[in-house]
Structures are given as structure tokens and as C-alpha cells.
């Protein structure tokens, strides 16, 4: 095998070697048939069981009920941005926005095009540094859903709970940390996530969402804008991404293999905790930009004494095989992103870069 470098980056992020060395067996002849699985139908009995068990992995993993659709779609997070307020927010309905970072604003902006998206939560003049409690939310009594962020990826601040809306439909962002941990998951209507971070690669993106959600689809709906449609074809609506399904399948064993989210959640809290100590213990040369409380077990994001110092220390990483730890062009820093394929060992390395970084430079 080539040597691997410590990959950081936000997404497409880094996947589990198992789980490319598999792909790579099988790249030229799936199970012995003498074709990739990028070159056969989609409805080919070869395929179906890869779909089947995309679809059954990510139900077992994340205790989904058979009240859910699980959906592999495409155009991205970003399409669902779109895709959602275009079927559940008509004009002149209200539906809830708690925006906590780029990505929430993001989804707002869209939302604004079809109704009434009211921002509930925002604290965007502080830099988008924390979330609100449960307590702290109040709800337009008529709105249609809650939309947010559950981890805002450029900031990197992450609800630790999963949010009641009390009876109103939550719709949830879980782009960036989908798979990290266990999540009650009935307290959500639909749930979506582009896959390049902890499910797959880019172009496929998961939906999941509750039956009584899809029965508000409207009818006129443009047939790949609607979810009944996309759901009664089994996400086949028209040819989806197969090799990203086929990914994702492969990346559901491997997590099944390695004890699944409750397993992932002990080893994100070891990474996480491992690396913001070093932030905490740096005397301040290091400053977290997240509040304790909001803090990131997928991107750790900090900042150095200087915009120089920060160039110089994602380049010299760099050069140590410590690669994307460049933050967001929008806000700048460090982001580390340690999603559930990034090793221990790659955030040990980090550590010891940053100690002797500081000592070189403070
Ligand atoms: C939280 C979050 N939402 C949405 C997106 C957009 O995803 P996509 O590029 O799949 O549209 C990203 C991308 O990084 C993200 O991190």
C-alpha cells in the first residue's frame, strides 16, 4: 500500500483504509462478475443488494423505525437546502431557522425564497462561537418545521442534544457529523447529509425522512424535487449514484464491524478531548474559537497569534504530512477535521506538531 498522509480535511474527508482497500479489490470485477460496479445497471440484481444494504446499514446504525424513508440522492446538502422549503414552506407559512454558523445561513437564504423563514436563533455577531440550550428556543406556534445544524462545519460548534420541537417537524443538517454517535433519532421529521465527511463519498447525499412528512409533499411537485416520488422509486427516480452508494455500504459494514456509533462517540470524545487539550494547555497561543460548551467532536477550530503564524503552521504541517488544517477561506485559522475514519494517532501527531510549534514561536 502507498503511504497514507494524516488527511484533516473537512470534506471530502478521509475514509477508512479497510474500507478503500475493499473498494480497491473489487474495482475491476465485482464479486467475480467481470465488471465495476461503476459500469452496471443500477437495477441489475448485481446492484440491488448493494442499495439494500446501504439502505438496511444505515437503518441498523442509526435505530431507524420503518416510519422513515432512507433516500440516496444527489445535488448535495445544498440541494436539500432548497429541496426542502420548495415542499414543506409555501408562501406565506412560516417555518423556523436556528442558525448557528455558515452553513444554517446558508439553508436560511434559501428558505427565504419560498415563505416566511423566521430566524429563531442567530448570534452571528459574535462570530457564530456557541448554540442555544432547548430552553433558550421558543417556536412560531404555526410553523411548518425546524430547520438546523446539529454540527456547523466552518465554525465548528455542535449541539450536544438532540432538539424537541415540541410537536413541530425538526429538519436537521447532519452533514458533518451524521455517524459520530447515537442520536434519538425519532425526534427528528427528516434528517440530510451530504455523505463526504463520515458516510461516503461526494455526490450522494442521505435523506431521511419520517412518513407523515412526505405525505405534505405537494402534488404538482417537480418530480425530482418530490420525496414521495424519490421514495416510492427506492431513491431511483433516475440513475443515482452508484459507486457512492456502493461506498456507503461498504463504509455501514465497517462501522457494524468496529461497534458501531456507540463505539465511534468513545473514540471522537478520546480524539476531540486529546486535541483541545492541547489548545487549553498552550498558555494561550493556541484560542479555540468555539465556547467550552459548543465545542466540536468533528472540527476543532483555532487561531494563532497572527494570520502570518497561521499560514506558517498549516504550511509547515503540511510538509509533515499533516495535511488541511487550513480553516475555512470565509473566517481562516486552523480547522482539524478528525471525522470517525481519522485516526488517533494522525491527532497525537497534530499534538506534538503544536507543541513544538508554540515552543518555536510563542
Ligand atoms: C454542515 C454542512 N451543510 C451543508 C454542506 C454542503 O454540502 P454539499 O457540498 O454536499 O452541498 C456542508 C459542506 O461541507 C456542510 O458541512
Redesign the pocket.
Known amino acids: 500500500m502507498t503511504e497514507r498522509i494524516y488527511n484533516f480535511s473537512?470534506?471530502p474527508a478521509i475514509l477508512p483504509v479497510e474500507v478503500l482497500e475493499k473498494a480497491k479489490s473489487e474495482l475491476l470485477s465485482l464479486n467475480g462478475i467481470g465488471m465495476s460496479v461503476m459500469e452496471i445497471s443500477h437495477r441489475s440484481k448485481h446492484f440491488e443488494p448493494i442499495l439494500e444494504g446501504a439502505t438496511s446499514g444505515i437503518r441498523e446504525l442509526l435505530n431507524i423505525p420503518d416510519n422513515y424513508q432512507i433516500l440516496f440522492l444527489q445535488g448535495?446538502?445544498?440541494?436539500q437546502f432548497s429541496m426542502i422549503p420548495l415542499n414543506f414552506l409555501p408562501e406565506n407559512e412560516t417555518a423556523d431557522y436556528v442558525v448557528t454558523g455558515a452553513?444554517g445561513k446558508k439553508a436560511l437564504k434559501e428558505a427565504k425564497k419560498c415563505g416566511n423563514a423566521s430566524v429563531i436563533f442567530s448570534i452571528a455577531e459574535e462570530g457564530f462561537k456557541s448554540v442555544p440550550t432547548q430552553d433558550e428556543l421558543t417556536f412560531s406556534e404555526d410553523a411548518n418545521y425546524i430547520h438546523y445544524?446539529s454540527?456547523?462545519?466552518i465554525e465548528g460548534v455542535e449541539f450536544k442534544y438532540d432538539l424537541d420541537g415540541s410537536g413541530i417537524p425538526v429538519v436537521c443538517?447532519m452533514?458533518?457529523n451524521i455517524l459520530s454517535k447515537p442520536i434519538d433519532l425519532e425526534k427528528y421529521a427528516l434528517i440530510y447529509a451530504?455523505a463526504?465527511?463520515n458516510i461516503g463519498p461526494?455526490g450522494v447525499?442521505l435523506v431521511i425522512i419520517r412518513d407523515d412528512l412526505i405525505e405534505k409533499v405537494p402534488d404538482a411537485q417537480h418530480s425530482m424535487f418530490d420525496y414521495r416520488a424519490l421514495a416510492a422509486n427506492n431513491s431511483m427516480l433516475n440513475t443515482p449514484n452508484t459507486w457512492g452508494i456502493y461506498i456507503i455500504n461498504l463504509v455501514c459494514e465497517h462501522l457494524k464491524k468496529h461497534g458501531g456509533l456507540a463505539e465511534m462517540e468513545k473514540k471522537n470524545e478520546e480524539k476531540a478531548q486529546i486535541l483541545y487539550n492541547a489548545i487549553d494547555s498552550s498558555d494561550g497561543f493556541y484560542r479555540g474559537h468555539a465556547d467550552k460548551a459548543a465545542r466540536s467532536l468533528m472540527n476543532v477550530t483555532f487561531r494563532l497569534p497572527s494570520e502570518e503564524l497561521e499560514k506558517q503552521f498549516a504550511a509547515e504541517a503540511a510538509a509533515q504530512e499533516l495535511d488541511g488544517l487550513k480553516g475555512h477561506r470565509s473566517v481562516g485559522g486552523i480547522r482539524a477535521s478528525i471525522y470517525n475514519a481519522f485516526p488517533r494517532k494522525g491527532v497525537e501527531a497534530l499534538v506534538d506538531f503544536m507543541k513544538d510549534f508554540a515552543q518555536k514561536n510563542g
Open positions: 473537512a470534506g448535495g446538502a445544498s440541494l452553513w445544524t454540527n456547523e462545519t443538517d452533514s458533518s451530504g463526504q465527511k461526494s447525499t
